[in-house]
């Protein structure tokens, strides 16, 4: 069954293969967090967007650094891309977002699944975060609903809710290419796990088969690679015909309720993320640090035996 905005999406895969106007698509990988950030472009107008960019935090100090951050700016500076959009595929549990500091250094709108304030909500309480949070999304500048159009210069593109993983989940189609954040992993890996609060393995289930009624060349993006067996790069585009014939988990053939069986047997086994904590805590602010306490420091906080 297609939706309105699963069709939109369809149509315009197809008409950019057709047309021939596929944007470009450079990404920098963190190996410490194992993330892939995504700067995509279109060529005829310089215009980009950065997809779930990476700040680089030493948790032993406390420490938050951007070089990683840098890289992406030398190269937006290097090929003259004007940045409109920083989008977050969803509040990352593994890796801390670097969007306001790519956003003083180049401009651009932060961007996220309208069900962010679901998240806000939940990670709201669980860290007694004061009143002065607010759990309404508007540390972003733009809130994503399913099936909102937006543009990067002449390539058209449409936001997907794709949750599962966490109730925000979106899933960004700009032009012919799909950045489907942690909806799924490379076909040999997998999928992510959908134990966070408000994840849910049916859901992720239900949003990847939507995902899979793209056309087969639809290029498709992931925020994560953690290599696989008998695999020893780091690999982190493929296309949705290769997701739908061959994912490990999620192949076309599987059944919903054994997709779900397997999942949740595999997530009682996971320990959490290591930067969970302290990633939560600035990426439901947008990426923005806590307001610093009476003697001008900012801190994070570690609920004891919560999660
Ligand atoms: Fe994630």
Not at 10 to 34: S, Y
Not at 60 to 67: D, K, L, V
Not at 259 to 264: D, H, L, T, Y
């Amino acid at each position: 069954m297609t939706d309105t905005a699963l069709r939109q999406a369809i149509a315009q895969v197809t008409e950019t293969v057709a047309l021939g106007t596929m944007p470009v698509v450079r990404t920098f990988f963190d190996e410490p967090t194992f993330t892939a950030t995504h700067v995509v472009h279109d060529p005829a107008t310089k215009r980009a967007a950065i997809i779930d960019s990476v700040a680089d935090f030493d948790q032993p100090s406390g420490r938050i650094t951007h070089a990683s951050a840098d890289a992406v700016i030398a190269y937006v500076r290097a090929e003259g891309l004007s940045i409109d959009w920083l989008l977050e595929t969803h509040a990352h549990a593994d890796h801390l977002s670097d969007a306001p500091y790519l956003q003083q250094h180049l401009g651009g709108k932060i961007v996220i699944g309208r069900d962010i304030l679901t998240v806000q909500g939940v990670f709201g309480t669980i860290f007694n975060e004061p009143d002065s949070f607010a759990r309404d999304g508007s540390q972003f500048d733009r809130l994503m609903q399913d099936g909102e159009s937006f543009a990067l210069g002449s390539i058209p593109a449409v936001a997907l809710h794709v949750p599962g993983h966490t109730p925000a989940c979106m899933a960004y189609v700009i032009g012919d290419a799909v950045f489907v954040g942690d909806t799924l992993f490379m076909p040999d890996y997998g999928t992510a796990r959908a134990d966070f609060p408000g994840g849910d393995a049916r859901t992720l289930f239900r949003s990847i088969r939507r995902l899979m009624q793209l056309p087969d060349e639809t290029r498709v993006f992931l925020c994560h690679d953690y290599k696989a067996p008998n695999r020893d790069t780091f690999v982190w585009e493929t296309t949705i015909g290769a997701e739908r014939t061959g994912n490990v988990h999620v192949h076309g053939d599987v059944a919903e309720d054994d997709f779900v069986k397997m999942r949740e047997a595999r997530d009682a086994t996971l320990g959490m993320p290591r930067l969970i904590l302290p990633s939560i805590q600035i990426n439901i602010r947008a990426g923005h640090l806590p307001e610093p306490e009476g003697n001008g420091t900012r801190y994070l906080k570690l609920p004891i035996n919560v999660l």
